[in-house]
């Protein structure tokens, strides 16, 4: 039976969310690696598998389990656990600047306690068992002398016959003078060079909740303009993983801009969020939240800003936090060349909107095909591509909090 107290729970949230990340959906065994590597194991909180302990940790442990048995493990924020260790954290910043003698009496804060590392007991050594008497060695019996054959008298090897005279080969009527014309060195191929896309994507913070510092002033904004029932900091975490996915983050390898989901209060455009690198970390963190430009928070109603309405923005969003596109239009681009000529529409937004919705009923079905080592996966467009056959999208597995890239759509798996 499990056996986590509130201080336990609050302990594996700081130490899951460290080591993981928020919002990072990352295979089980890893999971349990980082509990390891901390001094723990599930049966120190009384479970038998770490599958179970995850089900017990429901209110910041979300399960997603995949075609083949593969589970995936999602550490969610927790604004209760998050309030409990920032007031933690400030009350150590208070204590080391106060009088020890002086204290303040309170409702007891919820603090982080470590779970008891339970040694398992050896298990007894079998008696070693009473090894047996060596049973007496019988005496060879003397064999008759047998008494010797007489060796038959060699045969006299035959004769060999004489060889006969080899014919002479007949002379070619004809005489062949062949020429040697040196070809040209073929050119050897070029080795593939990864993309720039793919070199600033690893430059960038792969995890919002810990790569990067949100100063109170420039949340602030997000408070004023969003809906009051958005976590802005969620917003911002899984905004950040679809710019990354789709390619819209813009700028340099110090200053970036990404969009939200949300529109400006004049509906220009998108809000967008701007990130500054600095060559010194502060807290741990380079990257700081540096500005939000969300139009003049006096024009926002009382509702918050609007987000982009549709009913496919909710698969778009499932579809690039959960797949690596590259682009949009790179990917939308592969999937048209391999099916018969068609408009499919601006910005083949027909295309856009099928690919979604096919992928966000896969995964409710839990029809994604993965491989039994887990390098690749794929699943059914539901298309028939040019030539009569159907076509499906293959994926390679990637670190990082989105775990899967599309590598293109084939035929053949």
């Known amino acids: 039976m499990a056996q986590i107290n509130p201080g336990n729970r609050l302990y594996l949230y700081q130490l899951l969310s460290r080591e993981v990340g928020v919002g990072r959906q990352t295979l089980l065994p890893r999971v349990e690696e980082a509990l390891e590597a901390d001094g723990l194991c599930v049966g120190d909180l009384g479970c038998s598998s770490m599958r179970e302990l ?19 493990a ?11 260790l920032e007031q933690q954290e400030r009350a150590g910043e208070k204590a080391s600047g106060g009088k020890p003698w002086k204290r303040r009496r309170g409702a ?21 068992e009473p090894e047996p008497e060596p049973e007496p060695e019988p005496t060879p019996e003397l064999e008759p002398e047998l008494e010797p054959e007489p060796e038959p008298e060699p045969e006299p090897e035959p004769e060999p016959e004489p060889e006969p005279a080899p014919e ?7 005489s062949l003078t062949i020429t040697y014309v040196p070809k040209q060195a073929q050119e050897q191929p070029t080795q593939k060079v990864p993309s720039r896309t793919a070199a600033a994507q690893s430059d960038l913070p792969q995890d919002f909740h810990r790569d990067v510092r949100c100063p109170d002033d420039q949340l602030s904004k997000l408070y004023q303009v969003l809906p009051p029932d958005v976590d802005p900091m969620a917003t911002l975490e899984e905004d950040f993983r679809v710019a990354r996915s789709t390619g819209t983050i813009e700028g340099t390898r110090s200053n970036v801009t990404f969009p939200l989901r949300f529109l400006r209060a ?3 455009g998108p809000v967008r969020v701007s990130l500054r690198r600095s060559a010194k970390a502060v807290s741990g963190k380079r990257w700081t939240l540096a500005d939000v ?10 509702e918050g800003l609007n987000e982009e309405a549709g009913p496919l923005a909710k698969a778009e969003r499932l579809l690039a936090t959960t797949v690596q596109l590259g682009s949009w239009d790179e990917a939308l681009r592969s999937l048209a060349e391999s099916l018969a000529p068609d408009s499919w529409g601006p910005d083949r937004c027909v295309l856009r909107g099928y690919l979604a919705l096919t992928f966000a009923r896969v995964q409710a079905e839990g029809l994604l095909g993965v491989s039994e080592d887990g390098s690749r996966a794929w699943f059914e467009t539901g298309i028939l591509a040019a030539e009569g056959k159907p076509l499906y999208a293959r994926l390679s597995a990637c670190e990082g909090d989105i775990p899967w890239r599309l590598d293109g759509f084939s035929t053949e798996l």
């Open 54 to 72: 995850c089900e017990q940790l429901g209110e910041f442990v979300k399960l997603t389990v995949f075609k083949k048995g593969y589970v995936y």
């Open 74 to 84: 999602t550490v969610l924020a927790n604004e209760e656990y998050d309030r409990a």
């Open 108 to 128: 007891k804060a919820l603090k982080p306690v470590k779970p008891r590392h339970v040694e398992p007991e050896p298990e007894p050594e079998p008696a070693p």
């Open 168 to 174: 002479p080969e007949p002379e070619p009527s004809i």
């Open 266 to 268: 004049d509906g220009t």
């Open 293 to 302: 430009d969300a139009g003049e928070p006096a024009e926002v109603g009382l």
